[in-house]
């Protein structure tokens, strides 16, 4: 099933530990918003991990092949765990959900060859919408 925002913070607060072990994500927003709560994390060794586990300290992350044994999933989880949970709040910079929108557009642009995604600033209050 689904859980609401609030619920689903709540839970990740309680948690010591995130996976994920995919083996494809645009930006790895789970495992950002994970980590943000307070979770250690053991993901998968993506591109787009990699990056994000550039906002953590290296002893935040583990990065492991995407079809690591699971027995040396189970490893990095206790591993992981042991080490009990990150302060909360970070002790860095969250990126706001503007320069979220911004990167995500980048991507795009990058990935497709076409500066046409641009991010065009809507009213206070008022959702971001992208011209083409």
Known sequence: GQLD??????????????????RQEAFGL???EAG???CRLVLSDIPAHRKLA???SPADVTLLPSDAAPSAVSDAIAAAASLGRLPSPPPWPLPSWEEMVERVLAGYAEATGD???RRV???????????K
């Open 5 to 22: 925002r609030r619920d689903l913070l709540d839970w990740l607060r309680t948690a010591d530990v995130f996976a994920s072990l995919s």
């Open 30 to 32: 789970t495992a950002m």
């Open 36 to 38: 943000a709560a307070g």
């Open 54 to 56: 550039g906002w953590f």
């Open 115 to 117: 500066d046409a995604f």
């Open 121 to 131: 600033p809507g009213a206070p209050g008022r959702p971001l919408r992208v011209a």
